[in-house]
């Protein structure tokens, strides 16, 4: 992976497949951003109330 500058952003954006393992997802979006040394990693949680499957979801990543 080619390195990004100290000002590349990253926007994850979640979707609607709450069936596929959310955490695995988020974690390999994160560590790719961070092995490309990204400057910022910005993250928007998903449409709609946070149910407590998903709310296991954020915090295990």
Do not use: N
């Not at 390195?3 to 994850?12: G, H, I």
């Not at 951003?33 to 915090?59: K, M, N, Q, V, W």
């Amino acid at each position: 992976m080619t390195a990004c500058s100290p000002q590349a952003k990253v926007l994850p954006i979640s979707g609607d497949a709450y069936d596929k393992d959310r955490t695995a997802q988020h974690q390999t979006v994160t560590g790719t951003a961070r092995s490309a040394d990204t400057g910022i990693i910005a993250y928007t949680s998903a449409l709609g109330p946070l149910t407590a499957e998903l709310a296991d979801a954020h915090r295990q990543s």
